[in-house]
């Protein structure tokens, strides 16, 4: 199994940035790629941006493009979300997730095997 926690999420104004990371434990080598999804009240969740673990190949969800950066550094087992120009419909839940399977698509959840708990991202006005 591979274990997942979120950290990062906090309350920021309109136009300030936030990096949230996602740190990975236990089976990491069976670790194909991690997503970052994000679920607003009342709403379903979806797929923001994607890397694949080994050769650092990402995806971006068209609503982040130019503004969120996603990297990863795998000494310590942690992806990063970098997002900047905050507007308040970036307010969600934010939740990573490992693919071990070596065919998946990227915005399909239920692709992703392993999921973490989420972090909190509001963004104010």
């Known amino acids: 199994q591979v274990q997942l926690v979120e950290s990062g999420g906090g309350l920021v104004q309109a136009g300030d940035s936030l990096r949230l990371s996602c740190a990975a434990s236990?089976?990491?080598?069976?670790?194909?790629?991690v997503g970052w999804f994000r679920q607003a009240p009342g709403k379903e969740r979806h797929f923001v941006a994607g890397?694949?673990?080994?050769?650092?190949?990402?995806s971006y969800a068209d609503s982040v493009k130019g503004r969120a950066t996603i990297s990863s550094d795998n000494a310590k087992n942690t992806v990063y979300l970098q997002m900047g120009s905050l507007k308040p419909d970036d307010t969600a839940s934010y939740y990573c997730?490992?693919?071990?399977?070596?065919?998946?698509?990227?915005?399909?959840?239920?692709?992703?095997?392993?999921w973490g708990q989420g972090t909190q991202v509001t963004v104010s006005s």
């Open positions: 997730a490992a693919i071990v399977r070596s065919s998946f698509r990227w915005s399909v959840r239920e692709d992703y095997a392993y």
């Open positions: 236990g089976r990491t080598g069976d670790t194909v790629a």
């Open positions: 890397i694949l673990w080994r050769s650092g190949g990402t």
